[in-house]
């Protein structure tokens, strides 16, 4: 039986909204962490160091060492969580593709994972982006193809032609039968 899920898909690529709706439709508590949720934890001062983690004015992400560190801790933390028997949903936006990936597979070790790639065309997810307020124009066009390079996927979902719910029935589907 899946103990974590993994979406990976650009910012406002619909990744949050799929989540929720999992939360609701799968039988057991699983409980959801996002990037966001581990950018929002660190100090204010971490969003604007050459250290910890920018957001350039055309969109682009820039991490450094220290980000990396406390990534890597809250990584552990969470694949820490779904040994204790947690299941866990992971909101993700892997900058680096699959070199995102390799560190939480050695993270989560042998654990059953289900990785979902979450889709969307970037100028769709751009114009989310505008609706939503709260996101520094450019990052959802610039995100939406690279974090899938290198990427292995057990399910891909395209948020461009369908609604959250309809990806959250095809991701459970799938948690049910999933080993890895």
């Known amino acids: 039986m899946t103990q974590v899920i993994v979406l990976n898909g650009g910012s406002s ?18 409980l959801a962490f996002g990037t966001d949720t581990l950018v929002e934890a ?4 971490m969003r604007t160091s050459d250290a910890g983690i920018e957001f350039a004015p055309d969109g682009e992400v820039i991490v450094g060492p220290e980000f990396r560190t406390l ?12 040994r204790a028997g947690a299941r866990i949903i992971v909101d993700e936006v ?11 597979q050695k993270a989560l070790g042998d654990m ?16 989310r982006e505008i609706a939503r307020g709260d996101r520094v124009i ?12 290198d990427m292995v996927y057990d ?7 369908t609604e959250s719910m309809e990806c959250a029935r095809a991701i459970a589907a799938r948690v049910g039968r999933h080993l890895r």
């Open 112 to 127: 059953p994972v289900l990785w979902v790639g979450v889709r969307c065309d970037g100028a769709i997810a751009a114009g």
């Open 71 to 82: 990534e890597a801790a809250w990584i552990e933390g969470i694949a820490a969580m779904a």
């Open 42 to 45: 660190m100090p204010a001062s």
């Open 155 to 161: 399910l891909e979902v395209d948020t461009a032609h």
């Open 13 to 30: 690529s619909g990744k949050s909204g799929i989540v929720r709706c999992l939360q609701a439709v799968l039988p057991d508590p699983w």
């Open 138 to 149: 450019g990052m959802a066009a610039s995100q939406a193809d690279t974090v899938h390079r």
């Open 94 to 104: 892997f900058l680096g593709g699959g070199d995102s990936q390799r560190r939480w």
